[in-house]
């Protein structure tokens, strides 16, 4: 079975995301459960492109300006949440091993209007505060800088 580490910063992105939208949050925390509880289902978590959003769970991509950067990003969604237009990306990194990954943030996104992104995250823009916090969670995990 794999494991899911949640990073402390990335606890705090849960806790402020869900005193606003528990239903959302408790919907993303119980996929994490089942990814741990299901070994074919976390093993997808480091398949580029897994999930379709008619039948899966989740959607896994590379996040590549960072991974360009050489910093090994991945980024999760929930279909489900999605499917009911409430767009939330986890950000994570895989640990020691691939049945190991950790947590690095997790952000809401306002698709209508990008300026309401939690923590005016972008993708693209790798000096916003959240993704500088996210790189360096990542060096610390790792060992490594890029």
């Known amino acids: 079975m794999g494991k899911l580490h949640i990073d402390r910063a990335a606890g705090e992105d849960i806790q402020t995301l869900g005193a606003i939208h528990p239903f959302h949050i408790a919907k993303l925390l119980a996929l994490f ?7 074919a289902k976390f093993s997808m978590l480091w398949r580029d492109g897994y999930g379709d959003i008619r ?3 989740f959607n896994v991509k590379g996040w590549r300006t960072p991974q360009n950067e050489g910093y090994d990003l991945w980024r999760l969604k929930d279909l489900g949440l999605e499917r ?19 947590v690095l943030g997790v952000v809401k996104l306002d ?14 823009d790798l000096s916003q505060p959240i993704v500088v916090r ?10 490594t800088g890029k």
């Open 134 to 143: 996210m790189l360096r969670s990542f060096e610390r995990i790792r060992g």
């Open 84 to 102: 009911e237009e409430h767009f939330y990306r986890v950000i994570y990194c895989e640990g020691r091993s691939s049945s190991e990954a950790h």
């Open 55 to 57: 039948c899966d769970a």
């Open 33 to 39: 459960r089942q990814l741990e509880t299901d070994p």
């Open 111 to 124: 698709k209508k209007d990008p300026s309401k992104n939690s923590q005016d995250f972008s993708y693209d």
